[in-house]
């Protein structure tokens, strides 16, 4: 099985490329990520679960970054700092067994890996801001 570090990254990637290609279906870009992501199918599984998961909460992620973003708008925002938050926040908010301070610290490390410094910073202050409001601690977590 793989690591949630690998599980997030190929999420964040595929977000990506769905963000690139607006009007594609979640089935038919799962179709066309596997051939340039391949994995087994338990590991295929456990990815297509999140996403499938994110893909039924994306719009009120996005409104959540939407009311966190001041002065900014969805489409201003760096199309891989947009889909890490809507992972970091996915977790933070529909992912109860994982603690919110993990979720914040794995999508940090992604956003310098993929991103930028400065952009580990923003997604930091966001996700951190959501953790707040959620009224979830930060090493709280509900198998």
């Not at 009224?135 to 509900?142: I, L, N, T």
Request: net charge negative; glycine share 4%; aromatic share 10%.
């Amino acid at each position: 099985m793989i690591s949630r570090r690998k599980i997030r990254e190929l999420i964040v990637q595929f977000l990506y490329q769905w963000e690139m290609n607006k009007g594609v279906g979640l089935d038919n870009m799962l179709l066309d990520f596997w051939d340039f992501s391949p994995l087994d199918q338990k590991d295929k599984e456990a990815v297509e679960q999140w996403l499938k998961e994110i893909a039924e909460h994306k719009e009120a992620i996005e409104e959540k970054i939407n009311s966190y973003v001041k002065n900014w708008s969805l489409d201003r925002l760096a199309p891989v700092d947009k889909c890490i938050l809507i992972l970091g926040i996915y977790e933070i908010l529909y992912r109860k067994d994982i603690p919110p301070a993990v979720s914040i610290n794995e999508s940090v490390e992604i956003a310098k890996k993929y991103s930028t410094e400065e952009s580990g910073k923003f997604v930091n202050g966001i996700l951190d801001s959501v953790l707040k409001d959620s009224g979830r601690k930060a090493w709280m977590s509900c198998p």
